[in-house]
């Protein structure tokens, strides 16, 4: 059968699927090129790497995919070197940009003169409607069932009728998008794909270490805790000691700030207490998850995941 078919700008997938940008190191190359070359949108988070290192995983990642799989770079707003993270980007000419808390003029206007699409992650139909207007090639509309930081109280499929009733431009479903069901109804509403970041940890080829993955496998419904970061967002991670530090916004010193940040508390370090937990210590660091990670029971290769997403979602229609 032939599956709904996501395009944005020149790029037209065999399956529907996007990946979620995960900083700090856990959608690299490795996790971006699998997606990629399983026919769906592989990206790799600029968070938390030096320009360095994501010009290397922009090159590794284009080596690595076969029959023209499509390759994007995640850039925050909120980080002092967005500018120059998606200026590399434009430099490795990747098939898009994504970005996400908050919205830049610039960077519309220079992935038009770049010929490269930009896609914004939005949270409600406000916001969607000034990316689209400003040059927007499509919105991932984000509910508060994602993991890591989040911009709504509110549900997904409550903000994404009122997205896709908003826009022309393609929409990108995410936020507790486990299954091939999700996939179906986000497609029913009017959804042009989907984006998964938690699913897509465990698997083989994320660049995640293993105790990472791991703490994926084996979360629990209540395992996770919404906690608040020095971004001043909320985030959905599993609880561990970190997050018991953190809780009651209690404050824990800070070793050495690097200034990531353009507006930051200071009562903790979130790049430091994620660099912590991927180097593997996973017990004194942040472990960002979806609402939905409790579902998750093994660790398979990327192409089995979405194997397994697009048989149920043909079982479903």
């Given at each position: 059968?032939?599956?709904?078919q996501l395009?944005i700008?020149?790029?037209?997938?065999?399956?529907p699927?996007m990946?979620?940008?995960?900083?700090?190191?856990?959608?690299?190359?490795g996790?971006a090129?699998?997606?990629?070359?399983?026919g769906?949108?592989?990206?790799?988070s600029?968070?938390?790497?030096?320009?360095?290192?994501?010009?290397?995983h922009?090159?590794?990642?284009?080596?690595?995919?076969?029959d023209?799989?499509y390759?994007?770079?995640?850039?925050?707003?909120?980080?002092?070197?967005?500018?120059?993270?998606m200026?590399?980007?434009?430099?490795?000419?990747?098939?898009?940009?994504?970005?996400?808390?908050?919205?830049?003029?610039?960077?519309?206007?220079?992935?038009?003169?770049?010929?490269?699409?930009?896609?914004?992650?939005?949270?409600?139909?406000?916001?969607?409607?000034?990316?689209?207007?400003?040059?927007a090639?499509?919105v991932?509309?984000?509910?508060?069932?994602?993991?890591?930081?989040?911009?709504?109280?509110?549900?997904?499929?409550?903000?994404l009728?009122?997205?896709v009733?908003?826009?022309?431009?393609p929409?990108?479903?995410?936020?507790?998008?486990?299954?091939?069901?999700?996939?179906?109804r986000?497609i029913?509403?009017?959804?042009?794909?989907?984006?998964?970041?938690t699913?897509?940890?465990?698997?083989?080829?994320?660049?995640?270490?293993l105790?990472?993955k791991?703490?994926?496998?084996?979360a629990?419904?209540?395992?996770t805790?919404m906690?608040?970061?020095?971004?001043?967002l909320?985030?959905?991670?599993?609880?561990?000691?970190f997050?018991?530090?953190?809780?009651?916004?209690k404050?824990?010193k800070?070793k050495?700030?690097?200034d990531c940040?353009?507006?930051?508390s200071?009562?903790f370090c979130?790049m430091d207490?994620?660099?912590?937990?991927?180097?593997?210590?996973?017990?004194?660091g942040?472990v960002?998850a979806?609402?939905?990670?409790?579902?998750?029971?093994?660790?398979l290769?990327?192409?089995?995941?979405?194997?397994?997403?697009?048989?149920e979602?043909?079982s479903?229609?």
């Open positions: 059968m032939n599956f709904p395009k700008g020149h790029m037209a997938l065999k399956v699927i990946q979620g940008g995960m900083g700090v190191g856990i959608s690299l190359s996790l090129s699998a997606v990629a070359n399983a769906g949108i592989g990206i790799i600029g968070t938390g790497i030096s320009f360095a290192e994501l010009r290397y922009i090159r590794k990642a284009k080596e690595s995919i076969q023209g799989g390759i994007g770079v995640n850039v925050l707003f909120a980080m002092n070197d967005f500018a120059e993270k200026k590399v980007a434009i430099e490795e000419k990747v098939d898009f940009i994504i970005s996400g808390a908050g919205i830049s003029r610039d960077m519309y206007s220079w992935g038009r003169e770049a010929g490269i699409p930009v896609i914004s992650i939005v949270s409600s139909a406000r916001l969607a409607k000034i990316s689209e207007r400003l040059g090639s499509a991932v509309v984000e509910g508060n069932e994602a993991g890591g930081h989040l911009g709504t109280e509110r549900p997904l499929f409550d903000i009728p009122e997205v009733e908003a826009v022309k431009i929409v990108i479903a995410a936020g507790g998008i486990m299954t091939g069901e999700d996939l179906a986000a029913q509403v009017g959804a042009s794909g989907v984006q998964m970041g699913r897509f940890v465990a698997s083989n080829e994320c660049d995640a270490p105790t990472f791991e703490k994926y496998v084996q629990k419904k209540e395992d805790v906690v608040k970061t020095t971004v001043g909320e985030g959905r991670a599993i609880k561990n000691h997050t018991e530090l953190i809780s009651d916004n404050k824990v800070i050495k700030c690097i940040l353009k507006d930051c200071y009562r979130t207490s994620m660099i912590t937990s991927m180097n593997g210590d996973c017990e004194n942040l960002f979806g609402a939905r990670v409790h579902e998750i029971n093994g660790i290769p990327v192409k089995t995941i979405i194997h397994n997403i697009m048989t979602y043909k479903c229609i």
